[in-house]
């Protein structure tokens, strides 16, 4: 034992008490007293607590003694005699009291392992990344898909764990400032667009914290939940592509500005196709299912007036996961000035040879769908 004597002169004069009272209080000499304040002697343990309590200190502070826990003022054996007495009265009825509160009890704990249990398994199952974390910013539960899109095991112990033994520094100062912001403020923070942590900016996330309160309505967590969005981003931006190439090659097909054709099917049908031709178009554009595919021919009418001829075909295509029906339209209409030439060139031969034959002008005309002053130029 160690007595810190250099402190117990200032101590004593401290309390007023003069030297020969202060050591009748102790049941000590002066010059024990002397020895004592000199570091000379040692006194015993109960001195030293007994001159602890005189100087109104706790023991620590003028030892390396430590202060003795306080005792209770009941009589313990007393009580323990009378209820070793009722025990005996009443032991059947507390055994089957005790039974009973101990059935409950398990009960409780069986329906709370289950519930827990089943509460895991669902998070677990969810493709969404979730985590659970106390006010700390420690983890205390992550699902699946959190440990799988960080390549850990699915037995990886994440408890007591932060953002930091994850994730790069910039993501886990983001992660951790936005479930402070939740923690403070009580509020949810819902939908915010992201890169998806630990993914080398390779994925894409949506990032929604949610506050956990406990029964006093006290912020006890937060709850995470990062939703991957890198296949709609891809879809968004292939779409956005796909518009600009459709609109440029709407633009050089119809001459028509796209805005035109936004959700006005009846501009086409009215002002695009050839008058002649809008019978069979609109029997083909209805035949087009999900289950058919359609190919056709119709000319239309630009927006400059020329009469182009187009090949159109429909087809069920699988988009990004999503079913779609897509059409493709091509200007043919050199393809078909070609073939008319030669179907005419045809035409002409067949009349000249009737004419050679001596068939009328009338039966050579219907035959080879010339007019009258067309075959009589023949020679």
């Known amino acids: 034992m160690e007595l810190y004597f250099n402190k117990i002169r200032n101590l004593r004069d401290a309390t007023g008490l003069q030297t020969k009272v202060f050591c009748q209080k102790l049941d000590i000499s002066v010059s024990t007293l002397w020895h004592w304040e000199k570091g000379s002697k040692t006194p015993t343990e109960k001195k030293v607590r007994k001159l602890a309590a005189l100087l109104n200190v706790p023991v620590e502070q003028i030892s390396n003694l430590t202060s003795e826990s306080h005792k209770s003022e009941h009589n313990l054996s007393g009580s323990i005699k009378l209820w070793g007495e009722d025990s005996q009265k009443h032991s059947e009825e507390a055994i089957s009291q005790f039974k009973y509160m101990v059935s409950k009890i398990s009960e409780q704990y069986e329906y709370l ?18 985590y659970i974390k106390v006010i700390q910013q420690k ?3 992550t699902n699946n898909s959190f440990l799988k899109n960080l390549s850990l095991n699915s037995d990886f112990n994440i408890n007591g764990k932060n953002d930091n033994d ?23 923070i819902k939908n915010i667009d992201g890169y998806l ?19 006093n309505k006290k912020i006890a967590g937060v709850i995470g939940v990062i939703n991957d969005i890198t296949d709609r981003k891809k879809m968004v931006r292939t779409q956005e592509i796909l518009g600009i190439y459709i609109d440029a090659m709407t633009d050089c097909l119809y001459g028509y500005k796209p805005e035109v054709f936004y959700n006005n099917r009846d501009y086409w049908q009215n ?10 178009q609109n029997k083909t554009y209805n035949q087009s299912t999900w289950e058919n595919e359609s190919n056709d021919v119709c000319r239309i009418i630009r927006a400059d007036g020329k009469i182009r001829w187009i090949e159109g075909k429909s087809a069920t295509k699988v988009f990004f996961g999503i079913k779609c029906l897509a059409f493709i339209e091509r200007d043919i209409t050199d393809n078909m000035i070609n073939k008319e030439q030669i179907a005419k060139s045809a035409r002409i031969e067949m009349a000249r ?25 023949l020679s």
């Open 353 to 377: 040879s009737l004419k050679e034959a001596g068939f009328d002008l009338n039966t050579i005309a219907k035959s080879s769908k010339l007019s009258l002053e067309e075959i009589r130029k």
């Open 139 to 141: 983890y205390l539960f």
């Open 197 to 215: 942590p630990g993914s080398r900016k390779k994925k894409f996330g949506l990032f929604s914290t949610f506050p956990i309160f406990d029964s």
């Open 113 to 130: 392992t289950q519930y827990t249990l089943i509460t895991n398994a669902i998070l677990s199952s969810i493709e969404s990344i979730i």
């Open 166 to 188: 994850f994730f790069t520094p910039k993501e886990a100062k983001q992660i951790t400032e936005q479930d402070r912001i939740v923690i403070s403020s009580g509020k949810p």
């Open 271 to 280: 002002n695009c196709i050839h008058p002649e031709d809008k019978d069979i």
